[in-house]
């Protein structure tokens, strides 16, 4: 299958090219040429079927024709090595718990995914040169990418971070992993490591000398495979007796995770509507109100992996709809919600129900609060593990929460990292010498 890009200015190219670019060339974002429409007869036994069962057929609809079913089927089980399951939290509403993989957050299915498709890619046509990674990070990304390429063959990660501005456990999620990961403490802000990583993929001595690639959340295999879970969400529903009128509310920052349940909506999944909960970055929200979408500086938020101003996937989804407004905004509503706003909501969920919402998810739980219409049955995407904002959860709802092993695993570990200036000529350096 061919990829295009959103900017429609240069060709198509493979599946290849689209996952090691990353980017189009006109600095559009890649889509698959065509989305396949699921049969009825995979509806009809959806509910028979395992998360992983399910993604191996929604992967063939899209990789089939460029990966071997076999090493296909393989890339989906190895990246599904953990459930996303339905839980009921009241009356109508449920959580898809979406972090219980690696590093306690959805971004684990994608970046998991992409590691080993790009693996897949590189056996098949290198002889034996390594690629490298970079990715900067201010936190989420870079345990989600670290752990998903952790001990990938041919493959080694360069996670660039900003010294003292992560949290410790975000810091020790991608600096005591070892093996191909390597962590660059850098001794500036999120934009230097940003800096620094886009420099790197301009340097012609630098390119000529190692194969570089970026593992950004636009590229296509870390953002198709999120489809997989929209199709399990639907599953457990129906296994439960509520497939009918469903209304999917999803907590959206750089809108990757939503659009790919607009694929699924697509490919024939039975979901009436969705709802894109924001925090106090609005940009979207405004979009479905005004049909203006006038992009802003963020602000920073306590559901923090939501602070996006300019949402880089807005393109993919003007690009599904043909750009129009009123079809967009008939299919998705939304909201935007301060800081106090989801603090007041993860008290009460839990004082109400017993259930701990973490920030980003009582976004998507208040939504549908708000929302949700008599009859319709509400599931919001539980992004991330509350663990992982233990400090504010606990404060707020007045209770410990457990830290699950894997995480305390991590905090076991021993910090390793090279210390680097937000100096380029300093990074290029240290890259020549590998
Ligand atoms: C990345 C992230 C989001 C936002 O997802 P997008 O695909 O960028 O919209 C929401 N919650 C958590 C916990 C995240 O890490």
């Known amino acids: 299958m061919k990829y295009y890009s959103t900017n429609h200015t240069v060709p198509e190219v493979t599946l290849r090219d689209a996952v090691v670019k990353g980017l189009a060339a006109d600095r559009g974002l890649f889509m698959p040429e065509r989305i396949e429409k699921l049969p009825k007869e995979f509806f009809e036994n959806i509910d028979e079927l395992s998360l992983q069962e399910i993604a191996v057929r929604v992967a063939e609809a899209f990789f089939g024709e460029d990966v071997d079913s076999k090493a296909l089927e393989k890339i989906v089980r190895d990246t599904l090595s953990f459930d996303t399951p339905v839980v009921e939290v009241e009356n109508n509403i449920y959580s898809l718990e979406l972090f219980h993989g690696p590093t306690l957050a959805f971004k684990d299915v994608g970046a998991r995914f992409m590691a080993r498709l790009l693996q897949y890619f590189i056996n098949k046509d290198s002889d034996g040169t390594t690629v490298n990674v970079l990715v900067a990070t201010s936190g989420d990304t870079g345990s989600a990418v670290a752990n998903g390429f952790l001990g990938v063959d041919g493959i080694h990660v360069y996670v660039l971070y900003p ?25 500036g802000n999120f934009d230097d490591c940003q800096r620094l990583v886009k420099s790197a993929f301009l340097d012609d001595e630098l390119n000529s000398k190692l194969l570089l690639t970026s593992a950004n959340s636009i590229n296509v295999a870390r953002f198709l495979p999120q489809a997989f879970y929209y199709f399990s969400g639907y599953a457990q529903l129906k296994a439960k007796g509520r497939g009918a009128d469903i209304v999917v509310c999803v907590p959206s920052g750089n809108f990757g995770n939503i659009t790919a349940g607009l694929i699924a909506l697509k490919m024939g999944l039975p979901i009436k509507r969705f709802i894109a909960a924001n925090n106090a970055n609005d940009i979207f929200y405004k979009y479905l109100l005004t049909g203006e979408y006038t992009p802003k500086a963020s602000v920073q938020t306590f559901a923090n992996a939501m602070d996006v101003g300019d949402p880089s996937n807005f393109a993919r ?14 299919l998705i509503s939304g909201n935007a919600f301060s800081d106090s706003e989801i603090a007041e909501t993860m008290k009460k969920c839990y004082e109400k129900t017993g259930y701990v919402l973490d920030p980003h998810g009582a976004c998507g739980y208040l939504a549908l609060k708000q929302l949700l219409k008599e009859g319709e049955t509400g599931l919001f995407l539980e992004t991330a593990h509350p663990a992982k904002f233990r400090d504010a959860v606990t404060e707020i709802i007045g209770c410990e929460i457990e830290i699950p092993r894997r995480l305390q695993e991590f905090m076991k570990g021993k910090k390793q990292s090279v210390e680097m200036s937000a100096n380029f000529a300093d990074l290029k350096n240290y890259l020549m010498s590998i």
């Open 163 to 187: 010294k003292g501005k992560v949290s410790p456990i975000q810091e020790c999620q991608f600096t005591t992993l070892g093996k191909n990961i390597t962590a660059i403490e850098v001794d």
């Open 317 to 330: 989804i003007l690009d599904l709809y043909a750009g129009k407004h009123e079809v967009i905004a008939s």
